[in-house]
């Protein structure tokens, strides 16, 4: 079975400092991972996907995410945080090419001015 | 643009009244899927059809039904038997594969 976990409900950062969002999986194969961000009243829209190869995903926006094998993660950053990348922000998690996504509760993250 | 298309963005009806959530696509995906979002939630998956013709149930299903008659559609009714109907409604599409899912813009249902 898979399972993708976000530890944090919520991730309170200034703006211009450096934004992490944490995500943790389980897979029994190889895991495929992607996130997704979402703002009020919208559908969820992909920043990038991890699928195989350079271990450093660059996605849109100036986001990218690091996948790390040992530790099972695959957490979110951003070197300088904007006030409108507060948004709602899911992992998600596809064992092999088949089958569901499997998505992490979410994290509400918050760039104050 | 090729895309995934929700109608209505809200919507309003009386409670004991069924209710059809329109999901179209034109991405020529093969799987289609129904999710429901409560405020600050998470994403529960209510069906889900990785073929025409052909769906399951996913983790919330009860009070809900779904067809599958064209690649393209996959709409969603909310029956009088689901209990708490009012939540934002999420469909997406996807290609087997390494591609993720492509999702809709959402539909808000309120009971009033």
């Known amino acids: 079975a898979q399972s993708v976990a976000q530890p944090e409900d919520q991730v309170n950062v200034a703006e211009g400092n450096p934004l992490t969002v944490k995500c943790t999986y389980s897979?029994?194969?190889?895991?495929?991972l992607f996130w997704y961000v979402q703002y009020p009243n919208r559908g969820l829209q992909f920043l990038l996907k991890?699928?195989?190869?350079?271990?450093l995903v660059k996605g849109s926006y100036g986001f990218e995410a690091e996948f790390n094998k040992s530790q099972t993660s695959f957490h979110l950053k951003k070197p300088s945080a904007l006030v409108s990348d507060s948004a709602l922000y899911f992992c998600a998690v596809r064992d092999g090419v088949r089958g569901k996504l499997q998505f992490g509760a979410g994290t509400q993250v918050v760039v104050t001015p | 643009d090729g895309g995934i298309t929700q109608s209505p963005k809200y919507l309003f009806r009386k409670e004991g009244q069924n209710v059809t959530l329109s999901c179209e696509q034109n991405?020529?995906?093969?799987?289609m899927y129904w999710y429901r979002q409560d405020p600050g939630q998470g994403l529960r998956l209510i069906y889900y059809s990785q073929i025409v013709n052909d769906f399951q149930k996913g983790d919330i299903a009860e009070g809900y039904s779904v067809s599958r008659e064209k690649k393209e559609s996959f709409p969603l009714t909310v029956t009088s038997a689901q209990k708490n109907p009012t939540a934002f409604y999420l469909c997406a599409s996807s290609l087997e594969g390494v591609a993720g899912y492509t999702f809709g813009s959402g539909t808000r249902l309120t009971i009033v």
């Open positions: 991890y699928i195989t190869g350079d271990n």
């Open positions: 897979v029994s194969g190889n895991p495929y």
């Open positions: 991405l020529n995906h093969d799987a």
